[in-house]
């Protein structure tokens, strides 16, 4: 039940306001791997959105194996349910995971397959890339279906575009943040391009999944998508 957020909304409120101007006021925990390139990532998209910090929470634990980090966002998710149950918040209206596959042998796999097939788990969605986040960063440069070997051999590739790259310490401009729709259309494309030739999902990614709902989420006027 969410109580807490519906008492605040009164008639008035319904009546003066235009509803296809409202957000939709979803909430999000996304619970990243990576320490800094995807809080950062994600953080300047949530303001790009105008999304409030309080609707969409990023968390880095300090488990980052694929099964750790589910597992923190299901006690996130089990916490803030208690939460909502004393009406001091109101429960996640979606729960992420933002992870890398690495290379075909890597142990992330096993666990991330794990992760997915628990029933404990169950509702927690993912959004993974493979072999690494930035594959995600170069769809809004480029499409492309080329295997890299690893993370490395994708981090070189977008920083023979974003010279300035240094994983960690890079942050998203405006204009990089607004060729989403780009990246979305890449990453949709490449996902069939699998599908149809039975490749083994590299390179891929679910980043665009989690980025259309974060920008549905948005009031339209501030939507990047339209």
């Not at 409202?22 to 998209?45: C, M, Q």
């Not at 933002?98 to 096993?110: C, G, I, S, Y």
């Not at 590739?157 to 990089?176: E, L």
Request: with cysteine; glycine share 4%; charged share 30%.
């Amino acid at each position: 039940m969410r109580t807490t957020r519906s008492f605040n909304r009164n008639v008035k409120t319904y009546q003066r306001d235009k509803p296809q101007q409202r957000a939709t006021g979803r909430t999000f925990l996304i619970v990243t791997e990576g320490e800094k390139t995807e809080p950062h990532y994600l953080k300047a998209l949530r303001d790009q959105l105008q999304l409030k910090s309080a609707d969409v929470e990023i968390v880095h634990p300090k488990g980052t194996d694929p099964l750790s980090l589910t597992q923190r966002a299901n006690a996130l998710r089990e916490n803030r349910k208690v939460k909502a149950k004393n009406g001091f918040a109101v429960e996640y209206d979606e729960v992420w995971v933002v992870l890398d596959l690495e290379t075909a042998n890597h142990p992330h796999r096993k666990k991330a397959e794990q992760a997915q097939s628990s029933k404990e788990l169950f509702g927690i969605l993912f959004a993974y890339s493979d072999p690494s986040f930035e594959y995600w960063l170069l769809l809004h440069e480029e499409y492309t279906t080329s295997n890299f070997a690893d993370s490395a051999a994708v981090e070189k590739r977008f920083k023979s575009i974003h010279t300035d790259y240094t994983k960690g310490n890079w942050k998203p401009t405006q204009a990089f943040l607004l060729k989403l729709p780009t990246a979305i259309a890449h990453a949709e494309r490449c996902r069939q391009f699998h599908e149809e030739s039975g490749g083994d999902g590299n390179p891929s990614t679910c980043m665009d999944k989690l980025a259309r709902h974060l920008n549905e989420a948005a009031n339209p006027c501030h939507r990047i998508i339209q």
